[in-house]
């Protein structure tokens, strides 16, 4: 593997805030984003590009864009197709690339793989995006647990929505990876908001070698 470039955004499940952390993320390291699967609509890349205002050229297009807001195996057998892991290549980038999954680490892609070996196979440090309130910290450390059997190096965890300090203590102390960032519910949700959380941790990442 090369020098390390960028970061992959999953999460504990579907709509623990990885888009937020995703924009997040973007905004802190100048960045460029990469979403391999969409499902549905509205596309997350467009919602990333309207939080963070970053140009068009910033984005990379998805490989797979489904038409139904379905777990990704599922929405691409409805549309025809099926998602072959070799057709994943890390777009090249400048910038420090932000990939963000779809859903969890076990949503399948196909009938053997899941995002988890998407993460496996592309070689970025993973971010993990879990939630603030009653049972995140079962479902963090089940995905730390999976994460740390596949040796894919976790660079911490962003904790969405209201601050709860006796959790965020169990998720450190329990499973022994630093807190980036606390994003709460955002009102407004924008770039001014994004950028005022700082992160706690340095994320700068090696550019890409020219």
Known sequence: ???????????????????????WAMLHL????????????????????????LPDERFFPSTYVLSQPL????????DGVTIAMEDFKLPQSDAPLIVEGAG?????????????????????????VC???????????????????RNIDVAGLIISGPKTPHNRQALEQYGGVPVIAEID???PLNKEALLSIKPEIDLSVKRAAA
């Open 104 to 128: 969890g680490l076990m949503v399948p892609l196909n009938d053997t793989h899941y995002v988890i070996d998407l993460i496996q196979q592309l070689g970025l440090p993973a971010i993990l």
């Open 185 to 187: 519910f955002l009102d």
């Open 71 to 78: 777990s990704p195996h599922e929405a691409a057998r409805r």
């Open 30 to 53: 100048d960045g460029a984003y990469w979403k391999p699967t969409q499902s549905g609509t509205p596309h997350d890349t467009d919602a990333v590009k309207a939080l963070t205002g």
């Open 131 to 149: 939630r603030s309130g009653l049972g995140t910290i079962n479902h963090t450390l089940l995905s730390l647990e999976a994460l740390r059997a």
């Open 1 to 23: 593997m090369g020098a390390m470039n960028g970061y992959f955004i999953t999460g504990t499940d579907t709509d623990a805030g990885k888009t937020v952390a995703a924009a």
